[in-house]
Each structure stands twice: as C-alpha cells, then as structure tokens.
Nanobody, 120 residues
C-alpha cells in the first residue's frame, strides 16, 4: 500500500485545515489508518487513528479539535484540524496497518509528510 498525503499549508492560529491521505490499493479499506506528526526538533508522535469500521481515537493534545474520518470508496482518510495552535506546527504523516495497536506501535506503511505551519 502506498500512501500520499496532502493538504498542509500555512494558517493562522485559530484557523482550520483538512489533510487528506489517499491509498494506492483497494485493500486499504481493511486497514486501520492513522496520523502522526513530527515537530521541529522533536520525535514523531501519534495524533489520531481510525479503524476499518470507523472507530476513532485521538491524542489528548488534539482531542476536541481534530476529527479523523475515512471514505473507503475514495481510498482516502482525512484529518480535519480546527482551532489550530502554534504548537500544532509539524510535518504530518499518514500511516496504515492491520490494527490500530500495530499502527501505533510500528506502522507498516507510511506516506510522505505534509507540512502544517500555524502562525501566532
């Protein structure tokens, strides 16, 4: 499975962005999908995940502000980001694996990152 993320950009604090990640294969619909991010000078951290049956989970830092969703017909997972903060600035990566547990532990498939910059 190849993943292609898009939708990053520059936004002011309090603004919104929607990231998209499209998979190359229809088998995507059977995978758990997730978003991770890496801020400058920091390690990569979990942001959100969605199971194949659309159960969602979020890190505490984004809960209530970010929404993950998927459209299996388009082989795409989305991350809607609202009320963005400067500390959300990072390169965002999408990932896929058979389960959320495996995804969080060490995802098998990764997309190239997309940069999100939030100005204060």
């Amino acid at each position: 499975v190849q993943l292609q993320a898009s939708g990053g950009g520059l936004v002011q604090a309090g603004g919104s962005l929607r990231l998209s990640c499209t998979a190359s294969e229809s088998a995507f619909r059977n995978y758990a999908l997730g978003w991770f991010r890496q801020a400058p000078g920091k390690g990569r951290e979990f942001v959100s995940a969605i199971t194949w049956y659309s159960r969602t989970s979020y890190s505490d830092s984004v809960k209530g502000r970010f929404t993950v969703s998927r459209d299996n017909t388009k082989k795409t997972v989305y991350l809607r980001m609202d009320n963005l903060k400067p500390e959300d600035t990072a390169v965002y990566y999408c990932a896929a694996d058979e389960t959320v547990s495996r995804l969080v532990a060490s995802a098998t498939f990764w997309g190239r990152g997309t940069l999100v910059t939030v100005s204060s």
